[in-house]
């Protein structure tokens, strides 16, 4: 599981939410600082949603058509891994 955590993805996302909670003391709430949040809710869940990918591919699963990874699952496959 550290693997998945330790993504760039997850940790792009963790930083940059990081980013926005300091800066959030510095400027008001506008439609701007909305749009940012929601950009990285959604930058976040498309971290974890890759993360969720690659660990069903890597158990030899597949995975949904519109994923970054779809047709590349044997990249991600190994044979001991369970099959849950």
Excluded: C
């Excluded at 550290?2 to 400027?27: C, D, F, M, P």
């Amino acid at each position: 599981m550290r693997k998945y955590v330790a993504g760039t993805g997850i940790i792009g996302a963790v930083l940059s939410g990081i980013s926005l909670l300091r800066g959030a003391n510095e400027q008001p709430f506008t439609w701007r600082v909305a749009l940012q949040w929601v950009s990285w809710g959604i930058t976040f869940a498309l971290a974890i949603g890759t993360m969720l990918d690659i660990r069903a591919a890597s158990r030899g699963r597949t995975v949904a058509p519109d994923s970054p990874i779809h047709g590349k699952e044997s990249r991600y496959f190994r044979p001991g891994a369970l099959k849950r």
